[in-house]
Nanobody, 124 residues
Framework: QVQLVESGGGSVQSGGSLRLSCAAS????????MGWLRQAPGKEREGVAA???????SYADSVKGRFIISQDNAQNTLYLQMNSLKPEDTAMYYC??????????????????WGQGTQVTVST
């Protein structure tokens, strides 16, 4: 069973930082590709960051150089460190997962399993 529980969202001023956490079940963490998505009101869902099957990371252009995805294997936890936050980063952030296909991870925007989400609000 896929279990993803996010935490760490909140309100911050522009330029501030937040760290999101995603606690996953052992099964999910060990067998699924994992990453972060976000969705702002009235906008399309956007893949933010993810790990590929070889452990490499990928980021949306809009967050490169500001966000860092990491993981703690001992805690089955995924993180998203968000620095230099901008008002346009305001969105509901979701931890997401999907099985690998042919040994590779699908694009994070196509991940089919989401947590409940955590709201991030960045004010000017």
């Amino acid at each position: 069973q896929v279990q993803l529980v996010e935490s760490g969202g909140g309100s911050v001023q522009s330029g501030g930082s937040l760290r999101l956490s995603c606690a996953a079940s052992v099964y999910t963490y060990s067998n699924y590709c994992m990453g972060w998505l976000r969705q702002a009101p009235g906008k399309e869902r956007e893949g933010v960051a993810a790990f590929d099957s070889d452990g490499s990371t990928s980021y949306a252009d809009s967050v490169k150089g500001r966000f860092i995805i990491s993981q703690d294997n001992a805690q089955n936890t995924l993180y998203l460190q968000m620095n230099s936050l901008k008002p346009e980063d305001t969105a509901m952030y979701y931890c997401a997962a999907d099985p690998p296909y042919g040994g590779s991870c699908p694009p994070v925007g196509d991940f089919g399993y989401w947590g409940q989400g955590t709201q991030v609000t960045v004010s000017t």
